[in-house]
């Protein structure tokens, strides 16, 4: 049975920093590109950040550069997402993503609120 776990949201003040994790299982996680989505209330969902399946190669939207880091571990078949200098306007469901050319997985998401 294929999982994805979020685990890590919450709440934190502005400026503050939340490290998300995914934890992947029944599949081959090694073999698949792995990405955070996002979505406010009222919005579309929107690509936050994507990582390779080796984990050489990440991609940001341009609102988060120089705050997020993805990075994975395959040996734990984990993907995390280091988020800093947070803002209200990151306040969203954080939803983690697997995909190959064949298939494709979401997690349930996790609620992160940015608020004084």
């Known amino acids: 049975q294929v999982q994805l776990v979020e685990s890590g949201g919450g709440l934190v003040q502005p400026g503050g920093s939340l490290r998300l994790s995914c934890s992947a299982s029944?599949?081959?996680?090694?073999?698949?590109?792995m990405s955070w989505y996002r979505q406010a209330p009222g919005k579309e969902r929107e690509l936050v950040a994507v990582?390779?399946?080796?984990?050489?190669?990440?991609n940001y939207a341009d609102s988060v550069k120089g705050r997020f880091t993805i990075s994975r571990d395959n040996a734990k078949n984990t993907v995390y997402l280091q988020m800093n200098s947070l803002k209200p306007e990151d306040t969203a469901v954080y939803y983690c993503?697997?995909?190959?050319?064949?298939?494709?997985?979401w997690g349930q998401g996790t609620q992160v609120t940015v608020s004084s």
């Open positions: 993503y697997a995909e190959t050319r064949r298939q494709n997985y």
């Open positions: 029944g599949f081959t996680f090694s073999n698949y590109v």
């Open positions: 990582i390779t399946s080796t984990g050489g190669s990440t």
